[in-house]
């Protein structure tokens, strides 16, 4: 029984090896050149006073360019607003405006499965990136419509749980909070042209603070606070949901030939 474990185990080494060995070798490898992406879609918070259903537009621009066959790098711009509500036990909503500036990597997996080196029809691609949100948050009692609190005003302006980004705007302080912010998600493109495709984003943007929708657990017990010791450092992060459609267009494409080892 030993000698044929031991036996079954050498054969399946042997054939790993000699598979990977014997390989399709492929002669080009298609890289990307720049491409623009314009995208509509809309926006959901998850947070204190997150609701999924509380969607609101915002309009993104991306700029790609491959780095590999599998592998491209971008930047994009997105704005738009947020909001959100919760009826138990905060009883409050929150509008917020907001811009986000951020930097991804795309990894397309249909190339790892492909061994085409021409465009397919769909693509299906993932992404994580780094970024920074600008962002400016009210909140209002739901029943009255009182206005309770807010990310920027003049209080604000000199409190460390809120970070200065340029001059603040008349007497209200800072007016834009910045935050770090990790998108991350994926996107099917589907081919129209050599060089168009049509584009469906679903991704999520981890926002590194509790402020986004202006509400932590501590507004449950003093719902005007704006500051304060821990008040936004001790609670679990917020972040929002991105679903957008646009068009891609690439404007080169590049094919590499690789060489057989003599």
Not at 101 to 108: A, F, K, P, R
Not at 129 to 153: C, E, N, P
Not at 161 to 170: E, K, L, P, T
Request: some cysteine; charged content about 15%.
């Amino acid at each position: 029984m030993f000698k044929l474990q031991s036996f079954l185990i050498y054969f399946l080494i042997c054939f790993s090896f000699s598979s990977l060995s014997q390989q399709k070798f492929k002669r080009f490898n298609l890289i990307d050149g720049f491409s623009i992406m314009p995208k509509v879609g809309v926006a959901s918070v998850i947070g204190e006073l997150g609701d999924i259903f509380s969607i609101n537009p915002i309009y993104e621009v991306n700029i790609e360019k491959g780095v590999s066959e599998k592998i491209n790098v971008g930047i994009g711009i997105i704005s738009g607003k947020l909001s959100g509500l919760e009826n138990k036990p905060y009883f409050s909503r929150f509008e917020s405006d907001f811009f986000q500036i951020q930097t991804v990597g795309v990894i397309n997996i249909s190339r790892y499965l492909n061994d085409s080196y021409n465009k397919t029809s769909l693509e299906f691609k993932m992404y994580v990136g780094m970024g920074l949100i600008w962002f400016h948050t009210d909140v209002y009692d739901m029943k009255s419509g009182f206005f309770l609190r807010t990310t920027a005003d003049g209080t604000t302006k000199h409190t460390a749980y809120f970070q200065q980004s340029g001059n603040g705007i008349g007497n209200a302080g800072i007016y834009y909070t910045r935050e770090l912010v990790v998108p991350f998600g994926f996107n099917i493109g589907s081919k129209l042209s050599n060089n168009a495709e049509f584009i469906f984003n679903l991704g999520y943007n981890w926002v590194y603070s509790d402020k986004l929708d202006g509400t932590t657990p501590y507004n449950l017990a003093k719902p005007n606070i704006i500051g304060g010791v821990n008040s936004y450092s001790d609670t679990a992060n917020d972040g929002w949901i991105n679903l957008s459609v646009g068009l891609k267009y690439t404007f080169s494409f590049k094919n590499t030939e690789n060489q057989r080892g003599v």
